[in-house]
């Protein structure tokens, strides 16, 4: 049985601990919020953690892709940093180890690492124990994120733990920061691609019934999956739904309604590839078109994307992949982006999900491709209700239409 001074010892212990994450926090995810620029957050981020008494030293590491290496960033905590150093991405470092694997290292004790290591150059060949956390959001990698501390063998679990959830909250925080400057950015980043043999379902239906498919939509579902929608051409309904039916990724598809030639589905699936791709980087399709396996791609990202991520990402998902076009646009004056944003910031989440599920599934053309009933199904909630959202919504898209 614990004496009663272990006992306040330990419960000491655990206060300054839970004081020092609350502290951590604050500071860098202020940080997040005020800087204007990645660099300026990442900056921030380092002296947010050096602001914090035990951590001694921070700095972020970025991918160079001409080198394969990781280079410095942003640092703080020190008079003067290695700038021009790096750590090779093959290598043995814990640093590269962190990049490479997405989860945290820690070393104990710095000065068991090689000679010309540079966290022993940071640390001027003294002892202390470093921490690399990845900040990465889904496929979107940020930066690893460096902690040093002047005491060895601190990196504990608790400890280890607060960390790795710091690395979540700052990774989480730049991908929601950035996506609401992708709504209201002047610049754009436009690409486009031609891509062949992905491991995609409506790459699989396309190439087996050697049909068209354009990709219309996609919704969040509440169960975490997502409804994709497609105006397939070029064969029948019933083959689109047999082929879907055989396809593991698909847990659902159903026949909407027919446009001339062209047919409209909705596919659920869990992890839709294309689309959870452009999501991690802030991206819109424009078009998405899949001819007997083929697909082209038109795509928009913020002006603050790494382009060579995306493409090393679209190369994850496809066994060959040309960017045809990248370039980037500064449109004049008042941007589509900034009315579409204002549009959407006077919806609901329950709003624009019922406008976005009825304009998805046909319910605006006629005859409807769907009933009221259906889209009020989908959404787990009554049919009444369903047409509340969805007037709530229409009355003030007409308000905003008719005030422009």
């Not at 640092?75 to 490479?100: H, T, Y």
């Not at 090393?312 to 009315?339: C, H, N």
């Amino acid at each position: 049985m614990p004496s009663p001074l272990e006992t306040d010892t330990e419960s000491h212990s655990s206060e300054q601990l839970l004081e020092r994450v609350n502290w951590l926090f604050e500071a860098v995810t202020g940080a997040v919020n005020r800087g204007e620029s990645r660099a300026e957050v990442k900056l921030g981020v380092c002296e947010g953690i050096c602001g914090v008494d035990f951590y001694d030293l921070a700095w972020t590491g970025d991918k160079d892709r001409v080198t394969d290496d990781l280079v410095v960033g942003e640092w703080a905590g020190a008079d003067r940093f290695p700038d021009d150093a790096s750590i090779p991405l093959q290598s043995d470092d814990p640093s590269a180890r962190a990049a490479e694997t997405t989860e945290i290292q820690t070393v104990a004790d710095v000065s068991t690492l090689p000679a010309g290591s540079l966290h022993r150059e940071v640390c001027g060949d003294q002892s202390g124990a470093v921490a690399a956390i990845p900040l990465v959001h889904n496929d979107a990698f940020y930066c690893v994120l460096h902690v040093y501390v002047a005491e060895t063998h601190v990196f504990d679990d608790p400890e280890t733990a607060v960390l790795r959830a710091l690395g979540t909250t700052i990774s989480t925080a730049i991908h929601i920061r950035e996506i609401r400057q992708s709504l209201t950015a002047d610049r754009v980043t436009k690409l486009e691609f031609d891509v062949a043999g992905a491991d995609a379902f409506f790459v699989d239906i396309s190439a087996t019934l050697d049909s068209r498919m354009e990709y219309h939509s996609s919704i969040q579902q509440r169960d975490g999956t997502t409804a994709v929608f497609f105006d397939v051409s070029g064969t029948s309904p019933s083959d689109v739904l047999a082929s879907a039916g055989d396809h593991p990724d698909v847990r659902m598809a159903t026949h909407l309604t027919d446009y001339g030639d062209a047919a409209r589905f909705k596919f659920v699936v869990a992890d839709p590839p294309m689309v959870s791709v452009l999501a991690d980087f802030g991206g819109k399709i424009k078009e998405l078109t899949v001819d007997d396996g083929q697909t082209h791609i038109r795509v928009e990202f913020p002006s603050t994307v790494d382009v060579r991520q995306v493409t090393d990402r679209f190369e994850d998902v496809y066994s060959r992949v040309e960017l045809l076009a990248y370039r980037e646009a500064e449109p004049p004056g008042r941007t589509r982006r900034d009315y579409e944003a204002e549009l959407f910031n006077r919806l609901t989440d329950r709003q624009t999900t019922a406008l976005r599920r009825a304009h998805a599934s046909g319910f605006y053309e006629w005859p409807r491709g769907t009933s009221g009933d259906t889209l009020a199904e989908s959404m787990d909630i009554v049919r009444s209700t369903y047409h509340q959202h969805l007037r709530s919504a229409e009355k003030k898209l007409v308000e905003a239409f008719l005030e422009k």
